[in-house]
């Protein structure tokens, strides 16, 4: 059974950073592209990051190029999310996700979620 764990979520001013975890089990974790999606009150899901099951490609939403930082660590099954600079339009429940195949950014090409972490920055 594939599970996926977030942790490394709160509540932070706008300018500071969290960094967010997703611990994997059950699954050959390191073959796997992994993203981080995320969703915010009233608004759809929304693509954050992934990377490449090697780590050696990633892609982000415009909206956070340039502050957050995807990257995994396949010895620990655990990918990680580095936010700085966060914005109050960062607020948002933060979701990891293992990719089935297809497309990073749509949420509906990956088939394992964690339960979510709660992200909120108070301007």
């Known amino acids: 059974q594939v599970q996926l764990v977030e942790s490394g979520g709160g509540l932070v001013q706008a300018g500071g950073s969290l960094r967010l975890s997703c611990a994997a089990s059950?699954?050959?974790?390191?073959?796997?592209?992994m993203g981080w999606f995320r969703q915010a009150p009233g608004k759809e899901r929304e693509f954050v990051a992934a990377?490449?099951?090697?780590?050696?490609?990633?892609f982000y939403a415009d909206s956070v190029k340039g502050r957050f930082t995807i990257s995994r660590d396949n010895a620990k099954n655990t990918v990680y999310l580095q936010m700085n600079s966060l914005k109050p339009e960062d607020t948002a429940v933060y979701y990891c996700?293992?990719?089935?195949?297809?497309?990073?950014?749509?949420?509906?090409?990956?088939?394992?979620w964690g339960q979510g972490t709660q992200v909120t920055v108070s301007s």
């Open positions: 990377i490449r099951w090697s780590g050696g490609s990633t």
């Open positions: 996700a293992s990719l089935r195949s297809g497309e990073w950014t749509n949420a509906y090409h990956y088939d394992y």
């Open positions: 059950g699954r050959t974790f390191s073959m796997y592209t």
